[in-house]
T-cell receptor
Framework: GQNIDQPTEMTATEGAIVQINCTYQ??????LFWYQQHAGEAPTFLSY??LDGLEEKGRFSSFLSRSKGYSYLLLKELQMKDSASYLC??????????WGAGTKLIIKP | GAVVSQHPSWVICKSGTSVKIECRSL??????MFWYRQFPKQSLMLMAT?????????EQGVEKDKFLINHASLTLSTLTVTSAHPEDSSFYIC????????????FGPGTRLLVL
């Protein structure tokens, strides 16, 4: 079956760095996505990885290892507004998104 | 980036009534649209995939006669929750993608449905 695993909840301190991991097993692979979702809002796109390696975009970076079925989202210089759920999703061979349950990130001052 | 709108953003209705939610792609042709449902503190659950001009494909456990999906044009898909009940109260989100960029889904802002 298809499966996406990520931690349920993480806590970090304002100004610090946090890494949210995601492991996956899917039928086919057409890329891995990270989305941010604030409570009561729709997800917003953060990153897309289809090749191995690190993609950096400002304070956020995303890493992918296809051989290990593994990705992480790295958030630097955390701000209070970064408190949200972070969703890992993999696009399978049918271009369908398979979603993880999301990681709720709590930022403390 | 591409824009997807949803209407209404909020709806409150009585049990037994039907509710229609619209999803529009504003600046691109969406050959495929997806309808998701999200209950509190849970992840997105795909309900159905609709391709323009054809019948929607429903995920296991989703009643197609209860959740009617119409994708009559390349910019509009509608989800109608028929005979809504309190357990249908949820956050409904649509997303859209074009044929030329199948790796990218653009999400609408979501519609919060409360059935009394």
């Amino acid at each position: 079956g298809q499966n996406i695993d990520q931690p349920t909840e993480m806590t970090a301190t304002e100004g610090a760095i946090v890494q949210i991991n995601c492991t996956y097993q899917t039928s086919g692979f057409n890329g891995l996505f990270w989305y941010q979702q604030h409570a009561g809002e729709a997800p917003t796109f953060l990153s897309y990885n289809v090749l191995d390696g690190l993609e950096e975009k400002g304070r956020f970076s995303s890493f992918l290892s296809r051989s290990k079925g593994y990705s992480y989202l790295l958030l630097k210089e955390l701000q209070m507004k970064d408190s949200a759920s972070y969703l890992c999703a993999v696009m399978d061979s049918n271009y369908q998104l398979i979603w993880g349950a999301g990681t709720k990130l709590i930022i403390k001052p | 980036g591409a824009v997807v709108s949803q209407h209404p953003s909020w709806v409150i209705c009585k049990s037994g009534t039907s509710v229609k939610i619209e999803c529009r792609s504003l600046d691109f042709q969406a050959t495929t649209m997806f309808w998701y449902r999200q209950f509190p503190k849970q992840s997105l659950m795909l309900m159905a995939t609709s391709n323009e001009g054809s019948k929607a494909t429903y995920e296991q456990g989703v009643e197609k006669d209860k959740f009617l999906i119409n994708h009559a044009s390349l910019t509009l898909s509608t989800l109608t929750v028929t005979s809504a009940h309190p357990e249908d109260s949820s956050f409904y989100i649509c997303s859209a993608r074009s044929e030329s960029h199948q790796e990218t889904q653009y999400f609408g802002p979501g519609t919060r449905l409360l059935v009394l």
